[in-house]
């Protein structure tokens, strides 16, 4: 497997090349991925990150698992394998050996798509980060969630701000968020659990805006 652990960094934001179409490129804060690490298995060898846009929640996964594999359509000069995670033909990313796990915040309207590679490709499990409105709906419904229960909903207490093509460590928003998780399989079927308010505070580092944000140590 090829591992690619972006580090972040001032360099990594001064080197971003906006795609043409990047209205999907809003960077996950690194405090709500380290949210998720609670509801995973012990199984966390290798993770692939297949939207890793500028590597915000691809170095995070790092802290977490030993071998971390991202890749994304566009090359945001990270050095992330460049390919699309859905579709077919050449450009589409491979990741070999199967990774344990895929986690990623997907493109809203590719979302389902992403899930249900994921699904095919992961060893062990599968976390998106999705907004709570996607859980909506009659065709997500038939055509992933009955067939493929996930195992947790993780629904966070307090807002996630997100913002187009860089992380704002002070924006605000109205959009609720949760981790979508497909791992161990239950008797008792998709459980719904919180993830409580302050993990905001209490996860973000003080070198994450140094890190990620171009920000002074």
């Known amino acids: 497997m090829t591992v690619t652990v972006p580090s972040g960094g001032l360099a990594v934001m001064a ?5 043409p179409d990047s209205l999907d490129f809003f960077p996950t804060p690194p405090w709500a991925t380290r949210a998720l690490f609670p509801f995973l298995g012990d199984e966390t060898r290798t993770v692939w990150e297949p939207a890793a846009g500028m590597g915000h929640m691809a170095a995070v996964l790092g802290e977490h698992f030993d071998a971390v594999f991202s890749s994304d359509v566009h ?18 990313a491979q990741c070999v050996p199967m990774p344990d796990w895929i986690i990623t915040n997907p ?3 590719l979302a389902m798509e992403f899930a249900h590679r ?3 490709t992961a060893r062990i499990g599968v976390a998106l980060l999705t907004r709570t409105a996607w859980l909506e709906g009659g065709e997500r419904y038939r055509e992933l ?3 493929h229960p996930p195992s947790i909903i993780a629904l966070f207490s307090e807002r996630v701000p997100m913002v187009k093509g860089r992380w704002d460590p002070k924006a605000s928003t109205a959009t609720s968020y949760a981790w979508v998780v497909w791992g161990e399989r239950s008797t008792r079927g998709t459980r719904l659990s919180w993830i409580p308010p302050g993990q905001r505070e209490r996860l973000t580092k003080p070198d994450d805006v140094f890190r990620f944000a171009g920000g002074r140590p």
């Open 118 to 120: 994921a699904l095919r």
């Open 145 to 147: 969630f009955e067939p």
């Open 75 to 92: 090359d945001y000069g990270i050095g992330a394998t460049v390919g699309s995670f859905v579709g077919e033909g050449p450009d589409v």
């Open 15 to 19: 080197n971003r090349r906006e795609p």
């Open 107 to 109: 493109p809203f309207n």
